[in-house]
């Protein structure tokens, strides 16, 4: 009797050593599975059974990959931009123990690259005239699965696109929302509008005169500006036409080049200024 009796504690032992070892069953990995370069997401591994521990981990190249707790059923993870691939293959192994289960979960994860623009085109002239801005990617990824959405209306000739023809009735900041795959972004343009319309008469008052020094005066090869300010400036010819647009800025010297012979103005939102070049 008393050897029976050991022989089932036995096996009580035995079975209980078994199923404390028994792998866990993994079912899946729940989480967004197109993400933005540098966000962190959330991940979720889905088990089953005795768990005591996870291992998070991707298939090749996985450098920049930040996994927020490599060890947990919940984790956050931040993908840089892949330069070559556009894909990581996730995985995710349970543990109970030191017993892995049979299989992992994997999951296939799209990240795409955060858009950004550049902005061209002048952006000053005169009242009641337009000018064509371009907004050129500044990104890895194929400028045509980038889309364009420009606010406010006013003054545009279209409001998708890169390129939009603005002609606003007065100075506005238009904003671009940029969308690439699940990813936004904005940029923004200022566009300064100038009262010109009195730009050729031989006479300037006070106040036009004011607040940028131009030398020398006449000039031959170059003038120099300088504006006691930060401004956007346009320099027009004769008959009102924007020849160069430029930033200035406060204290600083800017060399103008390369203008033929003949009177120009300067304009600031504020000023102007009347520039001859000669021979």
């Given at each position: ?8 504690l ?75 691939n556009?894909?990581?293959t ?13 299989t ?19 952006t ?10 371009s907004?050129s990617?500044?990104?890895?990824s ?11 209306s ?5 409001t998708?696109g ?15 929302l ?6 936004t972004?904005?940029a923004?343009?200022t ?34 500006l300088k ?6 400036a ?19 010297e ?21 520039v001859?070049?000669?021979?």
């Amino acid at each position: 009797m008393k050897i029976i009796f050991t022989f089932f504690l036995s096996v009580l032992f035995c079975v209980g050593i078994s199923f404390a070892q028994f792998p866990p069953t993994m079912n899946g990995i729940s989480g967004p599975s197109g993400v933005c370069s540098s966000a962190a997401e959330t991940f979720t591994a889905n088990a089953t059974g005795t768990i005591t521990s996870y291992s998070w981990s991707f298939a090749g190249p996985a450098s920049g990959v930040v996994i927020g707790s490599p060890n947990s059923s919940v984790t956050t993870i931040s993908f840089p931009f892949p330069y070559v691939n556009t894909t990581y293959t996730l995985h995710c192994v349970a543990y109970n123990g030191s017993i892995p289960s049979v299989t992992s979960a994997s999951m296939i994860i799209t990240v795409y690259e955060t858009p950004n623009v550049s902005f061209s085109g002048a952006t000053s002239f005169c009242q009641g005239s337009s000018t064509n801005l371009s907004a050129s990617p500044t990104i890895l990824s194929s400028s045509s699965t980038l889309s364009y959405n420009w606010s406010p209306s006013t003054g545009l000739n279209t409001t998708t696109g890169p390129n939009v023809v603005a002609s606003p009735p007065a100075t506005t900041n238009y904003t671009v929302l940029l969308t690439l795959g699940n990813c936004t972004n904005t940029a923004m343009v200022t566009v300064n509008v100038m009262n010109c319309g009195t730009v050729g008469l031989p006479e300037l008052n006070n106040s036009e005169i004011g607040g940028i020094s131009v030398f020398p005066n006449p000039g031959s090869e170059f003038v120099v500006l300088k504006s006691q300010k930060d401004v956007l400036a346009v320099i027009l010819d004769q008959i009102g036409k924007e020849v160069r647009s430029l930033k200035l800025v406060a204290g600083e010297e800017t060399r103008i080049n390369g203008l033929n012979p003949g009177v120009y103005f300067v304009l600031t939102p504020e000023t102007r200024k009347k520039v001859i070049i000669t021979k």
